[in-house]
């Protein structure tokens, strides 16, 4: 059973920066790509960020490319997703995800076999 957590959404106003993280609970975390993704009330789930079982390859949505770094700590089984310079736009839910299967994460939603509950980011104007 893999388990993923959500923290570190909040509300901040336009132009701050939030740090998200997701905690994996896995004994393989290793053998998993992350990701992370978005989604608002009637659309469909957006790619923001991915990154590579060891973390030396990343990936971004061109929307919040420049804006958003992913990263991984393998010895702690954590993802975390840092925002700054955010917009109202990018407020959503905010969901990790977890993909066995590929060494090299994908973009789509049905890449990744696990997600987490997600956490609520709010930019004000």
């Known amino acids: 059973q893999v388990q993923l957590v959500e923290s570190g959404g909040g509300l901040v106003q336009a132009g701050g920066s939030l740090r998200l993280s997701c905690v994996v609970s896995?004994?393989?975390?290793?053998?998993?790509?992350m990701g992370w993704f978005r989604q608002a009330p009637g659309k469909e789930r957006e790619f923001v960020a991915a990154?590579?079982?060891?973390?030396?390859?990343?990936y971004y949505g061109d929307s919040v490319k420049g804006r958003f770094t992913i990263s991984r700590d393998n010895a702690k089984s954590t993802v975390a997703l840092q925002m700054i310079s955010l917009k109202p736009e990018d407020t959503d839910v905010y969901y990790c995800a977890a993909d066995y299967t590929r060494s090299r994460p994908g973009r789509n939603a049905y890449d990744y076999e696990y997600w987490g509950q997600g956490t609520q980011v709010t930019v004000s104007s």
């Open positions: 990154i590579s079982w060891t973390g030396g390859s990343t």
């Open positions: 896995v004994r393989t975390f290793t053998q998993y790509a």
